[in-house]
């Protein structure tokens, strides 16, 4: 058997084993093509000064969105952080109202208020993005705890970076969520750098994900480009904590293939390094390779994909560029404190 038969022989065997149809792997493959033509039409709009402040791009992470979005409920609370666009995507977020918030309309998820960094959407129970770094770790205590209280069967999600589990927040909360068995799932994105160093100069052992240890925390470390491993991780995270045996953390090693931030220069790492990860690493040609093995996908079905998707980013860029600005009399409503 040759290489290329044996691999597709085992994708078909995992494919069978976490009993995915043919049209979950679909939408899933979608799903992260539309995550990633979001992402470069969004980069595209700031270079053409029509999205302020800045952004946190997530091209090259888009299997850990969408595999864990796989494996959780649409009415399981959510807690995102500032490189989040590709999560909200992938748990069903209108793309109409993102591209409006982001371009500061009152059309959009805020009224135009959150830009890139700070989109909510509270009735769908995503609740939010956080500019700062780790913020959204504490409250995701407070969270859990008022879901154990009462009694009720949803989690809470929140996602941060590798930078954000050196926050000191991130030890109170897993210590307290640990103490009194939350419905908490933890997702720290590994994407090897924070602001400007590689996180082996920042993290005194690695991986990150077995500081669980210390508060007794179920934790797996994986390969954050592959769909499937995503989605069988956060699979049988969820299963472990909805059960009521309390917290779980993931850490899941991805890439993103853009700056930081739209200020980053890049200068810490490597053009080799970056093209490396784009032409060998990348979830969604990876997870396409298995489709085409497998006869799911095909070239001419593959074109159709990437036309539709980029027809609903258009489409959603037009909506947005139609859409009226905020009134500045309203400045002070929707403001809390």
Not at 136 to 154: D, F, K
Not at 214 to 239: C, F, H, K, Q
Not at 303 to 315: F, H, L, P, R, S
């Amino acid at each position: 058997m040759s290489i290329e038969n044996l691999a597709q022989e085992v994708f078909s065997q995992k494919v069978a084993r976490l009993k995915l149809s043919n049209d979950q792997l679909l939408i899933a493959y979608r799903t992260m093509t539309t995550i990633r033509q979001f992402e470069l039409m969004a980069d595209k709009l700031y270079a053409m000064g029509k999205v302020h402040g800045t952004m946190h791009l997530s091209a090259g992470q888009e299997a850990v969105a969408v595999g864990l979005s796989m494996a959780v409920r649409k009415d399981d609370y959510f807690i995102n952080h500032h490189r989040g666009h590709g999560h909200f995507v992938a748990k069903g977020a209108d793309v109409n109202l993102m591209m409006a918030e982001f371009m500061g309309k009152d059309t959009g998820y805020c009224r135009g208020r959150g830009g890139s960094m700070h989109i909510a959407d509270f009735p769908s129970h995503s609740l939010g993005a956080n500019g700062i770094v780790g913020g959204g770790i504490p409250y995701s205590v407070g969270v859990g705890l008022a879901l154990q209280m009462q009694r009720r069967n949803e989690l809470v999600i929140t996602v941060f970076g590798d930078g954000a589990s050196n926050e000191g927040v991130f030890h109170e909360a897993l210590n307290m969520a640990a103490l009194w068995k939350l419905p908490n799932l933890y997702v720290c994105e590994n994407n090897k750098y924070g602001m400007s160093m590689d996180i082996a100069n920042a993290a005194a052992r690695l991986p990150i994900a077995q500081r669980a240890e210390g508060y007794g925390i179920p934790w797996s470390y994986i390969d954050g480009n592959d769909l499937l491993t995503v989605y069988e991780t956060m699979r049988d995270a969820v299963t472990h904590i909805r059960s009521g045996q309390g917290p779980v953390l993931v850490e899941a090693q991805t890439y993103r293939y853009f700056g930081h931030s739209k200020s980053d220069r890049n200068l810490y790492r490597s053009k080799e390094e970056i093209d490396d990860w784009r032409s060998t690493k990348d979830p969604i040609q990876r997870f396409r390779t298995d489709l085409l093995e497998i006869g799911l996908l095909s070239e001419t079905l593959i074109e159709e994909i990437e036309q539709e998707t980029m027809k609903v980013i258009d489409a959603a860029v037009a909506f947005a560029e139609a859409s009226p600005e905020p009134d500045p009399t309203t400045v002070m409503e929707f403001v809390y404190a």
